[in-house]
């Protein structure tokens, strides 16, 4: 189904539409036409952004790790705007990995949020675009998810968990009218980024960020990944044996 704007969709809900690259993406559908349901955990945040769209977006607070919440507001969604054609899963938390500061409590916290609050997401929709034989679910996980990395050992293996998840159930649902899509960023300049310590190449704003991830999305293939060069390299890594890829890493980090 696509908007009068000639958009590939006409409806969406994003997920972590507070700031950083869910917002952006958020504004920049509004924009094409597409009517937007925002959802994040800071009301006042959201109530901003509708505002600044004119109402083009519709506010929904949510704290993704609450499963009973999250199809609460999936049910008002419908309700309101009918299944949405394109469901964006951008909440998520960052915290720096130290060996000095081990702490289960942040292990937990970002598991809860970015690998089982994408879950209740999925679960929440999943079977209305199946009833609706239509849809897309789009999960962002990162770069730091091909990978283990310094300083990731935190949030990296949520995001690896997000690739399985969609690589999983995309293959579930092939040659049905409802797709599960992965979009795999580098570094974006976000509030949850100010925080690093280190250097962060490649560095994107948000709102090329989101310009590539709606553009990408709009597209068939499953993965949406930027930025190219940054993306090129990590992946070769990935191929690499331990044998060299750990070399490799060492003297990336003796250099910082």
Known sequence: MAAATGAAWTTAWVIGASSG?????????????VSVAASARRADALEVLTRDSGGAIRPYPLDIVDTSAVRAVADR????????DLVVQAAAVWHPFRLDDVSADSFERS???????????????????????????????????????????????TKAALISLAEC??????????????VNPGFIATPMTARNDFPMPFLM??????????????????????PRRFVAVLKLMRLLPYSLYFPIIRKLVSRR
């Open 111 to 157: 598991m809860q949020v970015n690998y089982l609050g994408s879950v209740n997401v999925v679960a929440a929709v999943l079977p209305r675009m199946r009833q609706a034989d239509r849809g897309t679910i789009a999960l962002i996980a990162s770069v730091a998810g091909y990978r283990g990395l310094p300083k990731a050992a935190i949030y990296a293996p």
């Open 77 to 84: 969604i419908e309700q309101d705007l009918g299944t949405p």
């Open 205 to 226: 704003q948000p709102d090329e960020a989101a310009r590539r991830t709606i553009d990408g999305l709009a597209g068939r293939g499953f993965e949406t990944a930027y």
């Open 169 to 182: 159930l995309h293959t579930e649902l092939d040659g049905s009218g409802v797709s599960v899509r992965i």
């Open 21 to 33: 690259l869910g917002r952006e993406i958020a504004r920049q559908l509004a924009a094409r036409g």
